[in-house]
Protein backbone atom coordinates (compact mmCIF):
# COMPACT_ATOMS: atom_id res chain seq x y z
CA UNK A 1 0.00 0.00 0.00
CA UNK A 2 0.74 3.13 -0.52
CA UNK A 3 2.26 6.33 2.09
CA UNK A 4 -0.71 7.90 3.53
CA UNK A 5 -0.30 11.23 5.48
CA UNK A 6 -1.33 11.87 8.89
CA UNK A 7 -3.91 14.36 9.40
CA UNK A 8 -3.64 17.52 11.56
CA UNK A 9 -4.84 16.95 15.40
CA UNK A 10 -5.56 19.34 17.98
CA UNK A 11 -4.69 19.65 21.90
CA UNK A 12 -6.43 21.87 24.35
CA UNK A 13 -6.64 24.84 22.69
CA UNK A 14 -5.61 26.73 25.64
CA UNK A 15 -2.70 24.68 27.31
CA UNK A 16 -0.93 24.94 23.53
CA UNK A 17 -1.72 28.68 22.91
CA UNK A 18 0.93 30.42 23.80
CA UNK A 19 0.06 33.97 22.84
CA UNK A 20 -3.25 33.87 24.94
CA UNK A 21 -1.38 33.01 28.32
CA UNK A 22 1.65 35.31 27.29
CA UNK A 23 -1.37 38.33 27.19
CA UNK A 24 -3.83 36.77 30.12
CA UNK A 25 -0.59 36.60 32.24
CA UNK A 26 0.13 40.27 31.43
CA UNK A 27 -3.80 41.62 31.37
CA UNK A 28 -4.94 39.87 34.05
CA UNK A 29 -4.16 40.25 37.88
CA UNK A 30 -3.06 36.94 39.34
CA UNK A 31 -5.80 35.97 41.49
CA UNK A 32 -7.80 36.59 38.73
CA UNK A 33 -6.26 34.37 36.02
CA UNK A 34 -5.85 31.96 39.19
CA UNK A 35 -9.47 31.80 39.71
CA UNK A 36 -10.20 31.53 35.60
CA UNK A 37 -7.97 28.91 34.56
CA UNK A 38 -10.14 25.98 35.46
CA UNK A 39 -12.65 27.33 32.57
CA UNK A 40 -10.00 28.44 30.39
CA UNK A 41 -8.73 24.51 30.38
CA UNK A 42 -12.19 23.40 30.04
CA UNK A 43 -13.03 25.38 27.19
CA UNK A 44 -9.38 24.35 25.78
CA UNK A 45 -9.81 20.69 25.88
CA UNK A 46 -13.48 20.76 24.90
CA UNK A 47 -12.63 23.02 21.72
CA UNK A 48 -9.58 20.51 20.39
CA UNK A 49 -11.28 17.59 21.50
CA UNK A 50 -14.78 16.63 21.53
CA UNK A 51 -16.60 19.90 20.23
CA UNK A 52 -13.80 19.38 17.02
CA UNK A 53 -14.32 16.01 16.43
CA UNK A 54 -17.91 16.56 16.57
CA UNK A 55 -17.49 18.92 14.07
CA UNK A 56 -16.18 17.02 11.91
CA UNK A 57 -18.46 14.22 12.20
CA UNK A 58 -21.27 16.13 11.39
CA UNK A 59 -19.84 18.02 8.59
CA UNK A 60 -22.53 17.17 5.97
CA UNK A 61 -25.45 17.93 8.96
CA UNK A 62 -27.04 21.19 8.08
CA UNK A 63 -29.85 22.62 9.72
CA UNK A 64 -33.69 22.54 8.56
CA UNK A 65 -36.81 24.34 8.64
CA UNK A 66 -39.83 22.51 9.36
CA UNK A 67 -42.82 24.63 7.87
CA UNK A 68 -45.63 22.55 8.61
CA UNK A 69 -46.42 20.02 11.11
CA UNK A 70 -48.60 16.61 10.07
CA UNK A 71 -51.57 18.14 10.22
CA UNK A 72 -51.17 21.22 8.63
CA UNK A 73 -50.75 23.66 11.18
CA UNK A 74 -47.59 26.12 10.13
CA UNK A 75 -44.93 25.34 13.05
CA UNK A 76 -41.54 27.11 11.05
CA UNK A 77 -39.88 25.02 12.97
CA UNK A 78 -36.28 25.00 13.11
CA UNK A 79 -34.38 21.56 13.35
CA UNK A 80 -30.60 22.63 14.86
CA UNK A 81 -27.83 20.55 14.06
CA UNK A 82 -26.43 18.32 17.47
CA UNK A 83 -23.29 20.32 17.85
CA UNK A 84 -25.72 23.47 17.72
CA UNK A 85 -27.15 22.07 20.15
CA UNK A 86 -24.55 21.45 22.22
CA UNK A 87 -23.06 24.42 21.98
CA UNK A 88 -26.20 26.21 23.13
CA UNK A 89 -25.61 23.83 26.45
CA UNK A 90 -21.71 24.41 26.70
CA UNK A 91 -22.29 28.73 26.45
CA UNK A 92 -24.94 28.48 28.86
CA UNK A 93 -22.81 26.92 31.64
CA UNK A 94 -20.24 28.49 30.75
CA UNK A 95 -21.25 31.55 30.88
CA UNK A 96 -20.39 33.05 27.72
CA UNK A 97 -23.20 35.81 28.41
CA UNK A 98 -23.82 35.62 31.75
CA UNK A 99 -20.40 36.84 32.54
CA UNK A 100 -20.41 40.40 32.12
CA UNK A 101 -23.95 40.42 34.16
CA UNK A 102 -22.26 38.57 36.75
CA UNK A 103 -18.67 40.82 36.62
CA UNK A 104 -17.32 38.52 38.34
CA UNK A 105 -13.63 40.10 37.94
CA UNK A 106 -14.80 43.66 37.93
CA UNK A 107 -13.31 45.45 34.83
CA UNK A 108 -11.51 42.13 33.43
CA UNK A 109 -14.14 40.57 33.09
CA UNK A 110 -14.52 41.06 29.52
CA UNK A 111 -11.20 39.97 28.76
CA UNK A 112 -12.09 36.60 31.01
CA UNK A 113 -15.57 36.16 28.91
CA UNK A 114 -13.94 37.15 25.16
CA UNK A 115 -10.67 33.97 26.42
CA UNK A 116 -13.49 32.13 26.74
CA UNK A 117 -14.83 32.81 23.55
CA UNK A 118 -11.84 32.30 21.75
CA UNK A 119 -11.71 29.28 22.58
CA UNK A 120 -15.05 28.07 21.55
CA UNK A 121 -15.61 30.22 18.48
CA UNK A 122 -13.77 28.02 15.89
CA UNK A 123 -15.22 24.15 17.03
CA UNK A 124 -18.87 25.23 17.37
CA UNK A 125 -20.02 26.49 13.94
CA UNK A 126 -20.65 29.49 14.55
CA UNK A 127 -22.71 29.25 17.04
CA UNK A 128 -21.45 32.36 18.78
CA UNK A 129 -23.77 34.51 16.16
CA UNK A 130 -26.67 34.08 18.72
CA UNK A 131 -23.95 34.57 21.69
CA UNK A 132 -22.91 37.60 20.11
CA UNK A 133 -26.67 39.17 19.48
CA UNK A 134 -27.58 37.72 22.57
CA UNK A 135 -25.01 40.11 24.91
CA UNK A 136 -25.77 42.72 22.47
CA UNK A 137 -29.22 42.58 23.20
CA UNK A 138 -29.18 42.54 26.96
CA UNK A 139 -26.77 45.11 26.89
CA UNK A 140 -28.68 47.27 24.97
CA UNK A 141 -31.67 46.54 27.08
CA UNK A 142 -30.22 47.44 30.17
CA UNK A 143 -28.95 50.98 28.46
CA UNK A 144 -32.71 51.42 27.51
CA UNK A 145 -33.41 51.16 31.24
CA UNK A 146 -36.78 49.72 30.09
CA UNK A 147 -37.95 47.80 33.75
CA UNK A 148 -40.04 45.82 32.12
CA UNK A 149 -38.20 44.20 29.37
CA UNK A 150 -34.91 44.09 31.54
CA UNK A 151 -37.07 41.75 34.25
CA UNK A 152 -38.01 40.01 31.50
CA UNK A 153 -35.74 39.07 29.35
CA UNK A 154 -32.56 39.57 31.19
CA UNK A 155 -32.92 36.81 33.47
CA UNK A 156 -32.85 34.44 30.49
CA UNK A 157 -30.29 35.87 28.45
CA UNK A 158 -28.01 36.04 30.71
CA UNK A 159 -29.28 32.52 32.56
CA UNK A 160 -26.37 29.90 33.39
CA UNK A 161 -29.03 26.97 32.99
CA UNK A 162 -29.38 25.92 29.32
CA UNK A 163 -33.19 25.16 30.21
CA UNK A 164 -33.82 28.68 30.81
CA UNK A 165 -30.98 30.02 28.79
CA UNK A 166 -32.21 32.32 25.61
CA UNK A 167 -30.69 33.62 22.82
CA UNK A 168 -31.94 36.85 20.99
CA UNK A 169 -31.69 37.65 17.56
CA UNK A 170 -30.96 40.93 15.59
CA UNK A 171 -33.59 41.35 13.16
CA UNK A 172 -32.25 44.65 10.80
CA UNK A 173 -31.87 43.83 7.00
CA UNK A 174 -34.16 44.27 4.62
CA UNK A 175 -34.64 43.88 1.05
CA UNK A 176 -33.57 47.65 0.47
CA UNK A 177 -30.36 46.92 1.71
CA UNK A 178 -27.90 46.04 4.10
CA UNK A 179 -25.65 48.76 5.26
CA UNK A 180 -28.06 51.67 4.67
CA UNK A 181 -30.33 50.98 7.82
CA UNK A 182 -32.28 54.03 7.44
CA UNK A 183 -33.93 52.32 4.44
CA UNK A 184 -36.05 50.05 6.14
CA UNK A 185 -39.48 49.26 5.23
CA UNK A 186 -41.03 47.64 8.51
CA UNK A 187 -43.82 49.29 9.79
CA UNK A 188 -44.99 49.58 13.01
CA UNK A 189 -48.70 50.78 14.18
CA UNK A 190 -50.29 51.22 17.49
CA UNK A 191 -53.54 49.17 17.75
CA UNK A 192 -55.66 48.88 21.11
CA UNK A 193 -52.28 50.05 22.99
CA UNK A 194 -50.28 47.55 21.56
CA UNK A 195 -47.64 47.78 19.04
CA UNK A 196 -47.92 45.53 16.21
CA UNK A 197 -45.21 45.00 13.29
CA UNK A 198 -45.80 44.21 9.72
CA UNK A 199 -42.74 44.06 7.37
CA UNK A 200 -40.36 41.54 5.54
CA UNK A 201 -36.80 41.20 7.73
CA UNK A 202 -34.45 39.66 4.73
CA UNK A 203 -31.73 37.90 6.66
CA UNK A 204 -32.91 37.06 10.12
CA UNK A 205 -29.56 35.57 12.11
CA UNK A 206 -29.91 32.57 14.37
CA UNK A 207 -34.09 32.50 14.04
CA UNK A 208 -33.97 29.67 15.93
CA UNK A 209 -34.01 32.35 19.32
CA UNK A 210 -36.58 33.13 21.31
CA UNK A 211 -36.60 36.89 21.15
CA UNK A 212 -35.00 39.72 18.53
CA UNK A 213 -34.48 43.30 18.71
CA UNK A 214 -35.29 44.94 15.56
CA UNK A 215 -36.22 48.06 14.05
CA UNK A 216 -39.48 49.15 12.57
CA UNK A 217 -40.81 52.48 11.52
CA UNK A 218 -44.01 54.21 13.34
CA UNK A 219 -46.57 55.03 11.26
CA UNK A 220 -46.37 58.96 11.33
CA UNK A 221 -42.65 59.04 11.41
CA UNK A 222 -40.14 60.16 9.03
CA UNK A 223 -37.77 58.32 6.58
CA UNK A 224 -34.18 57.29 7.61
CA UNK A 225 -32.56 55.85 10.44
CA UNK A 226 -33.97 58.71 12.93
CA UNK A 227 -37.62 57.49 11.70
CA UNK A 228 -37.22 54.02 12.63
CA UNK A 229 -37.66 53.10 16.68
CA UNK A 230 -36.30 49.72 18.22
CA UNK A 231 -38.52 46.91 19.70
CA UNK A 232 -38.51 43.64 21.35
CA UNK A 233 -40.52 40.53 19.97
CA UNK A 234 -40.91 37.17 20.87
CA UNK A 235 -40.98 34.93 18.29
CA UNK A 236 -43.32 32.75 19.81
CA UNK A 237 -46.85 33.18 21.43
CA UNK A 238 -47.63 31.60 24.96
CA UNK A 239 -48.32 28.34 23.42
CA UNK A 240 -45.29 28.27 20.91
CA UNK A 241 -46.88 28.95 17.90
CA UNK A 242 -44.99 31.46 15.70
CA UNK A 243 -45.94 34.86 17.02
CA UNK A 244 -48.03 35.81 13.90
CA UNK A 245 -44.56 35.84 11.43
CA UNK A 246 -43.26 33.30 9.53
CA UNK A 247 -39.91 31.85 7.95
CA UNK A 248 -40.25 32.16 4.60
CA UNK A 249 -37.28 30.41 3.73
CA UNK A 250 -33.53 29.74 4.97
CA UNK A 251 -31.06 31.45 3.28
CA UNK A 252 -28.35 29.68 0.85
CA UNK A 253 -25.41 30.77 1.63
CA UNK A 254 -21.50 30.42 1.07
CA UNK A 255 -20.76 29.61 4.76
CA UNK A 256 -21.86 29.51 8.02
CA UNK A 257 -24.55 27.24 6.99
CA UNK A 258 -24.50 25.58 10.55
CA UNK A 259 -26.40 28.78 11.69
CA UNK A 260 -29.84 29.07 10.17
CA UNK A 261 -30.15 32.68 8.86
CA UNK A 262 -34.39 33.48 7.73
CA UNK A 263 -36.07 35.49 5.43
CA UNK A 264 -39.15 36.36 7.69
CA UNK A 265 -42.19 37.89 7.06
CA UNK A 266 -44.29 40.10 9.98
CA UNK A 267 -47.37 39.95 9.42
CA UNK A 268 -49.15 41.95 12.73
CA UNK A 269 -46.22 40.76 15.06
CA UNK A 270 -46.44 41.91 18.77
CA UNK A 271 -43.81 44.32 19.78
CA UNK A 272 -42.50 46.30 22.74
CA UNK A 273 -41.33 49.56 22.22
CA UNK A 274 -37.60 49.54 23.70
CA UNK A 275 -36.95 53.49 24.25
CA UNK A 276 -38.32 56.12 22.72
CA UNK A 277 -40.50 55.85 19.09
CA UNK A 278 -37.72 57.20 16.80
CA UNK A 279 -33.44 57.50 16.61
CA UNK A 280 -33.56 53.29 16.50
CA UNK A 281 -30.57 53.49 14.52
CA UNK A 282 -28.92 54.71 17.64
CA UNK A 283 -30.44 52.88 20.16
CA UNK A 284 -29.24 49.50 18.13
CA UNK A 285 -26.11 51.01 17.71
CA UNK A 286 -24.96 49.98 21.55
CA UNK A 287 -25.81 46.16 19.87
CA UNK A 288 -23.88 46.66 16.74
CA UNK A 289 -20.67 47.81 18.97
CA UNK A 290 -21.01 44.59 21.36
CA UNK A 291 -21.25 42.07 18.30
CA UNK A 292 -18.30 44.02 16.27
CA UNK A 293 -16.24 43.12 18.96
CA UNK A 294 -17.69 39.42 19.37
CA UNK A 295 -17.01 39.61 15.51
CA UNK A 296 -13.29 40.38 16.45
CA UNK A 297 -12.75 37.64 18.27
CA UNK A 298 -14.10 35.41 16.34
CA UNK A 299 -12.15 36.35 13.49
CA UNK A 300 -8.84 35.84 15.32
CA UNK A 301 -10.51 32.39 17.12
CA UNK A 302 -10.59 31.43 13.30
CA UNK A 303 -6.91 32.66 12.07
CA UNK A 304 -5.78 30.72 15.21
CA UNK A 305 -7.63 27.65 14.21
CA UNK A 306 -5.97 27.49 10.67
CA UNK A 307 -2.68 28.32 12.09
CA UNK A 308 -3.12 25.44 14.72
CA UNK A 309 -4.00 23.23 12.02
CA UNK A 310 -1.25 24.23 9.67
CA UNK A 311 1.17 24.02 12.35
CA UNK A 312 0.39 20.40 13.29
CA UNK A 313 0.27 19.45 9.39
CA UNK A 314 4.09 20.57 9.10
CA UNK A 315 5.36 18.59 11.90
CA UNK A 316 3.72 15.64 10.41
CA UNK A 317 3.68 16.24 6.35
CA UNK A 318 6.88 14.51 4.43
CA UNK A 319 8.15 16.70 1.12
CA UNK A 320 11.12 16.99 -0.53
CA UNK A 321 13.01 14.48 1.99
CA UNK A 322 11.97 16.79 5.20
CA UNK A 323 9.04 17.61 7.40
CA UNK A 324 7.58 21.04 5.98
CA UNK A 325 8.21 22.37 9.60
CA UNK A 326 11.71 22.00 8.31
CA UNK A 327 11.76 23.55 5.00
CA UNK A 328 12.85 27.81 5.57
CA UNK A 329 10.25 28.49 3.18
CA UNK A 330 7.09 26.87 4.54
CA UNK A 331 8.53 27.68 8.29
CA UNK A 332 8.59 31.60 6.68
CA UNK A 333 5.02 31.26 5.25
CA UNK A 334 4.25 29.64 8.95
CA UNK A 335 5.98 32.94 10.27
CA UNK A 336 3.86 35.54 8.56
CA UNK A 337 0.79 34.41 9.35
CA UNK A 338 1.59 33.81 13.26
CA UNK A 339 2.52 37.49 13.12
CA UNK A 340 -0.50 38.76 11.38
CA UNK A 341 -2.39 36.80 13.99
CA UNK A 342 -0.85 38.21 16.78
CA UNK A 343 -1.24 41.46 16.06
CA UNK A 344 -5.25 40.97 15.30
CA UNK A 345 -4.99 39.39 18.53
CA UNK A 346 -3.80 41.90 20.83
CA UNK A 347 -6.09 44.81 18.93
CA UNK A 348 -9.83 42.91 19.26
CA UNK A 349 -8.21 41.67 23.41
CA UNK A 350 -7.34 45.04 23.55
CA UNK A 351 -10.83 46.75 22.44
CA UNK A 352 -12.42 44.16 24.58
CA UNK A 353 -10.47 45.35 27.57
CA UNK A 354 -11.91 48.96 26.81
CA UNK A 355 -15.78 47.45 26.59
CA UNK A 356 -14.96 46.14 30.07
CA UNK A 357 -13.63 49.37 31.49
CA UNK A 358 -16.66 51.51 29.81
CA UNK A 359 -19.30 49.06 31.74
CA UNK A 360 -17.69 48.91 34.68
CA UNK A 361 -17.59 53.24 34.51
CA UNK A 362 -13.52 53.06 34.74
CA UNK A 363 -12.84 54.98 31.09
CA UNK A 364 -11.99 58.67 31.05
CA UNK A 365 -13.68 60.57 28.14
CA UNK A 366 -10.45 59.61 26.24
CA UNK A 367 -11.07 55.89 26.76
CA UNK A 368 -14.85 56.05 25.72
CA UNK A 369 -13.64 57.75 22.12
CA UNK A 370 -11.00 55.20 22.11
CA UNK A 371 -13.53 52.42 22.28
CA UNK A 372 -15.92 53.81 19.87
CA UNK A 373 -13.21 54.14 17.47
CA UNK A 374 -11.54 51.29 17.72
CA UNK A 375 -14.11 48.71 17.43
CA UNK A 376 -15.27 49.71 13.98
CA UNK A 377 -11.27 49.55 13.63
CA UNK A 378 -10.52 46.11 15.10
CA UNK A 379 -13.68 45.06 13.34
CA UNK A 380 -12.78 45.79 9.95
CA UNK A 381 -8.87 44.33 10.39
CA UNK A 382 -9.88 41.91 12.09
CA UNK A 383 -12.39 40.46 9.62
CA UNK A 384 -10.51 41.10 6.34
CA UNK A 385 -7.21 39.43 7.97
CA UNK A 386 -8.92 36.31 8.87
CA UNK A 387 -10.07 35.71 5.24
CA UNK A 388 -6.82 36.21 4.00
CA UNK A 389 -5.07 34.49 6.99
CA UNK A 390 -7.40 31.08 6.69
CA UNK A 391 -7.02 31.18 3.35
CA UNK A 392 -3.07 31.47 3.13
CA UNK A 393 -3.07 28.55 6.46
CA UNK A 394 -5.32 26.37 3.91
CA UNK A 395 -2.84 26.96 1.14
CA UNK A 396 0.43 25.38 2.90
CA UNK A 397 -2.12 21.62 2.79
CA UNK A 398 -1.49 21.95 -0.51
CA UNK A 399 -4.77 19.93 -2.35
CA UNK A 400 -5.60 18.70 1.26
CA UNK A 401 -6.45 22.18 2.09
CA UNK A 402 -9.06 22.91 -0.63
CA UNK A 403 -11.22 19.54 0.46
CA UNK A 404 -14.49 20.06 2.21
CA UNK A 405 -13.79 16.34 4.18
CA UNK A 406 -10.72 17.83 5.62
CA UNK A 407 -13.00 20.08 7.34
CA UNK A 408 -10.61 22.47 6.09
CA UNK A 409 -12.43 24.19 3.37
CA UNK A 410 -15.33 25.13 5.49
CA UNK A 411 -12.75 27.54 7.85
CA UNK A 412 -12.40 29.42 4.38
CA UNK A 413 -16.14 29.51 3.96
CA UNK A 414 -17.24 30.73 7.50
CA UNK A 415 -14.21 32.93 7.64
CA UNK A 416 -15.32 34.85 4.70
CA UNK A 417 -18.40 36.04 6.54
CA UNK A 418 -16.52 37.96 9.45
CA UNK A 419 -15.60 41.36 7.13
CA UNK A 420 -19.24 41.42 5.71
CA UNK A 421 -22.38 40.87 8.30
CA UNK A 422 -22.04 43.55 11.19
CA UNK A 423 -21.11 46.09 9.05
CA UNK A 424 -19.13 45.64 5.90
CA UNK A 425 -15.14 47.00 5.28
CA UNK A 426 -16.19 49.94 3.63
CA UNK A 427 -19.33 51.08 6.26
CA UNK A 428 -17.04 50.26 9.01
CA UNK A 429 -14.30 52.34 7.82
CA UNK A 430 -16.94 55.20 7.23
CA UNK A 431 -17.82 54.70 10.55
CA UNK A 432 -14.66 55.59 11.77
CA UNK A 433 -14.71 58.85 10.15
CA UNK A 434 -18.13 59.40 11.93
CA UNK A 435 -16.51 57.94 15.20
CA UNK A 436 -13.03 60.11 14.98
CA UNK A 437 -15.36 63.25 15.20
CA UNK A 438 -14.47 66.47 16.59
CA UNK A 439 -12.00 65.18 18.65
CA UNK A 440 -9.92 64.10 16.02
CA UNK A 441 -7.16 61.18 16.42
CA UNK A 442 -6.07 62.63 19.65
CA UNK A 443 -7.24 59.71 22.02
CA UNK A 444 -5.82 57.42 20.08
CA UNK A 445 -3.04 59.71 19.22
CA UNK A 446 -2.05 59.63 22.90
CA UNK A 447 -3.01 56.37 23.92
CA UNK A 448 -0.10 54.91 21.30
CA UNK A 449 2.42 57.30 22.95
CA UNK A 450 1.24 55.74 26.44
CA UNK A 451 2.01 52.32 25.60
CA UNK A 452 5.15 52.89 23.70
CA UNK A 453 6.67 55.74 26.46
CA UNK A 454 6.49 52.01 28.64
CA UNK A 455 9.10 50.64 26.66
CA UNK A 456 12.05 50.11 27.91
CA UNK A 457 13.86 47.52 25.63
CA UNK A 458 16.44 49.05 23.32
CA UNK A 459 15.18 46.55 20.44
CA UNK A 460 11.92 48.23 20.67
CA UNK A 461 12.68 51.61 20.32
CA UNK A 462 12.91 51.65 16.89
CA UNK A 463 9.90 49.96 15.58
CA UNK A 464 7.83 52.50 18.10
CA UNK A 465 9.14 55.64 16.52
CA UNK A 466 7.94 54.49 12.59
CA UNK A 467 4.36 53.49 15.04
CA UNK A 468 4.81 57.16 16.23
CA UNK A 469 4.83 58.35 12.35
CA UNK A 470 2.27 56.33 11.04
CA UNK A 471 -0.12 57.76 13.54
CA UNK A 472 1.09 61.10 12.87
CA UNK A 473 0.77 61.00 8.93
CA UNK A 474 -2.66 59.47 9.52
CA UNK A 475 -3.97 62.10 12.20
CA UNK A 476 -1.98 64.88 9.49
CA UNK A 477 -4.40 63.12 6.68
CA UNK A 478 -7.23 63.69 8.62
CA UNK A 479 -6.99 67.35 9.35
CA UNK A 480 -5.88 67.99 5.57
CA UNK A 481 -8.83 66.43 4.51
CA UNK A 482 -11.50 66.61 6.54
CA UNK A 483 -12.49 70.50 5.67
CA UNK A 484 -12.43 69.64 1.88
CA UNK A 485 -15.60 68.28 -0.06
CA UNK A 486 -15.39 65.12 1.90
CA UNK A 487 -14.48 62.95 -1.35
CA UNK A 488 -11.11 62.33 -0.53
CA UNK A 489 -11.93 61.77 2.87
CA UNK A 490 -14.32 58.86 1.59
CA UNK A 491 -12.21 57.25 -0.59
CA UNK A 492 -9.23 56.99 1.73
CA UNK A 493 -11.38 56.00 4.20
CA UNK A 494 -10.19 52.02 4.42
CA UNK A 495 -6.72 52.75 4.12
CA UNK A 496 -7.32 55.70 7.03
CA UNK A 497 -8.60 52.78 9.10
CA UNK A 498 -6.40 50.17 8.08
CA UNK A 499 -3.10 52.43 8.94
CA UNK A 500 -5.06 53.05 12.51
CA UNK A 501 -5.53 49.48 13.01
CA UNK A 502 -1.64 48.33 12.13
CA UNK A 503 -0.14 50.79 14.05
CA UNK A 504 -2.32 50.18 17.62
CA UNK A 505 -1.94 46.53 17.35
CA UNK A 506 1.71 46.80 16.58
CA UNK A 507 1.93 49.49 19.17
CA UNK A 508 0.19 46.48 21.51
CA UNK A 509 2.33 44.03 19.90
CA UNK A 510 5.19 46.35 21.12
CA UNK A 511 3.58 46.28 24.79
CA UNK A 512 3.31 42.34 24.64
CA UNK A 513 6.42 42.25 23.43
CA UNK A 514 8.30 44.09 26.33
CA UNK A 515 6.80 42.20 28.72
CA UNK A 516 7.23 38.56 27.11
CA UNK A 517 11.46 39.60 26.42
CA UNK A 518 11.35 39.89 30.66
CA UNK A 519 10.16 36.12 30.63
CA UNK A 520 13.27 35.72 28.25
CA UNK A 521 10.86 34.79 24.94
CA UNK A 522 11.71 36.53 22.26
CA UNK A 523 8.16 35.59 19.75
CA UNK A 524 6.27 38.33 20.73
CA UNK A 525 9.11 40.36 19.30
CA UNK A 526 9.71 38.42 16.36
CA UNK A 527 5.64 38.83 15.63
CA UNK A 528 6.14 42.54 16.18
CA UNK A 529 9.42 42.81 13.26
CA UNK A 530 7.26 40.77 11.20
CA UNK A 531 3.97 42.55 11.46
CA UNK A 532 5.67 45.65 11.03
CA UNK A 533 7.51 44.68 7.74
CA UNK A 534 4.27 44.08 6.36
CA UNK A 535 2.94 48.06 6.81
CA UNK A 536 2.00 50.34 8.80
CA UNK A 537 1.34 53.10 7.00
CA UNK A 538 -1.64 52.54 4.07
CA UNK A 539 -2.00 55.98 3.43
CA UNK A 540 1.80 56.56 2.02
CA UNK A 541 2.65 56.73 -1.52
CA UNK A 542 -0.55 57.29 -2.52
CA UNK A 543 -2.47 59.17 -5.28
CA UNK A 544 -6.26 58.80 -4.76
CA UNK A 545 -6.46 60.60 -8.13
CA UNK A 546 -4.82 58.52 -10.14
CA UNK A 547 -6.26 55.91 -9.07
CA UNK A 548 -9.64 56.96 -9.60
CA UNK A 549 -8.90 56.51 -13.02
CA UNK A 550 -9.21 52.62 -12.72
CA UNK A 551 -12.77 52.77 -12.30
CA UNK A 552 -13.96 53.47 -15.48
CA UNK A 553 -13.65 50.64 -18.21
CA UNK A 554 -14.33 53.36 -21.45
C1 LIG B 1 -19.23 36.03 16.10
C2 LIG B 1 -20.02 36.83 15.24
C3 LIG B 1 -20.83 37.90 15.76
C4 LIG B 1 -21.70 38.58 14.83
C5 LIG B 1 -23.05 37.99 14.69
C6 LIG B 1 -24.04 38.89 14.12
C7 LIG B 1 -24.96 38.27 13.17
C8 LIG B 1 -26.03 39.22 12.76
C9 LIG B 1 -26.05 39.46 11.33
C10 LIG B 1 -26.63 40.81 11.05
O1 LIG B 1 -27.64 41.19 11.54
S1 LIG B 1 -25.74 41.70 10.02
C11 LIG B 1 -26.56 43.26 9.99
C12 LIG B 1 -25.73 44.19 10.64
N1 LIG B 1 -25.99 45.50 10.08
C13 LIG B 1 -25.11 46.44 10.24
O2 LIG B 1 -24.08 46.28 10.86
C14 LIG B 1 -25.45 47.77 9.64
C15 LIG B 1 -24.29 48.36 8.92
N2 LIG B 1 -24.54 49.80 8.70
C16 LIG B 1 -24.09 50.72 9.57
O3 LIG B 1 -23.48 50.44 10.59
C17 LIG B 1 -24.38 52.13 9.21
O4 LIG B 1 -23.28 52.91 9.54
C18 LIG B 1 -25.62 52.69 9.94
C19 LIG B 1 -26.81 51.75 9.77
C20 LIG B 1 -25.39 52.87 11.44
C21 LIG B 1 -25.92 54.00 9.30
O5 LIG B 1 -27.27 54.41 9.56
P1 LIG B 1 -27.70 55.93 9.52
O6 LIG B 1 -29.14 56.01 9.88
O7 LIG B 1 -27.25 56.56 8.25
O8 LIG B 1 -26.83 56.45 10.72
P2 LIG B 1 -26.47 57.90 11.19
O9 LIG B 1 -27.56 58.88 10.87
O10 LIG B 1 -25.09 58.26 10.81
O11 LIG B 1 -26.45 57.64 12.76
C22 LIG B 1 -27.63 57.59 13.53
C23 LIG B 1 -27.20 57.74 14.97
O12 LIG B 1 -26.56 56.53 15.39
C24 LIG B 1 -26.16 58.82 15.17
O13 LIG B 1 -26.34 59.35 16.47
P3 LIG B 1 -27.17 60.72 16.71
O14 LIG B 1 -28.59 60.40 16.39
O15 LIG B 1 -26.95 61.00 18.17
O16 LIG B 1 -26.57 61.75 15.81
C25 LIG B 1 -24.85 58.06 15.12
O17 LIG B 1 -23.82 58.74 15.80
C26 LIG B 1 -25.25 56.80 15.85
N3 LIG B 1 -24.40 55.68 15.49
C27 LIG B 1 -24.30 55.05 14.31
N4 LIG B 1 -23.43 54.03 14.38
C28 LIG B 1 -22.96 54.02 15.65
C29 LIG B 1 -23.59 55.07 16.36
N5 LIG B 1 -23.34 55.31 17.65
C30 LIG B 1 -22.44 54.52 18.27
N6 LIG B 1 -21.83 53.50 17.65
C31 LIG B 1 -22.05 53.22 16.35
N7 LIG B 1 -21.43 52.19 15.76
Not at 91 to 110: C, D, F, I, K, N
Not at 196 to 204: E, I, M, S, V
Not at 307 to 335: E, M, N, V
Request: proline share 4%; charged share 20%; hydrophobic share 45%.
Amino acid sequence: MSFIQNPPSLGNQFRDDRVLQQYLGRALPDDVLADLTPALDRMGNLAGGELYTQQLAERLQEPRLVQWDAWGNRVDRIELTPLWQRAEEVAAREGLVALPAEAPYGRHTRIAQFALVYLYAASTDLYACPLAMSDGAARTLLASGNRILIDRALPHLTSRDPARFWTSGQWMTETPGGSDVGLSETRARLENGAWRLQGRKWFASAIASQMALTLARPDGNPAGGRGLALFYVETRDALGRPNRLTVDRLKDKLGTRKLPTAELTLAGTPAELVGEAANGVRAISTLLNVTRVWNSIAAVAYMRRALALARSYAGLRLAFGARLAQKPLHADTLAGIQAEFEGAFHLSFFVAELLGRSETGETSEQQEALLRLLTPVAKLFTGKQAVAGVSEALECFGGAGYMEDTGLAMLLRDAQVFPIWEGTTNVLALDCLRAVGPTGLAPLAREVSYLLGALKDTRLVAISARIQRAIESADAWLRKHAGGNGGVLEAGARRFAMTLARSTAAALLAVQAQWSMQQNDLRAYAALNRFAAGGLNALEDFDPAVSALLVTER
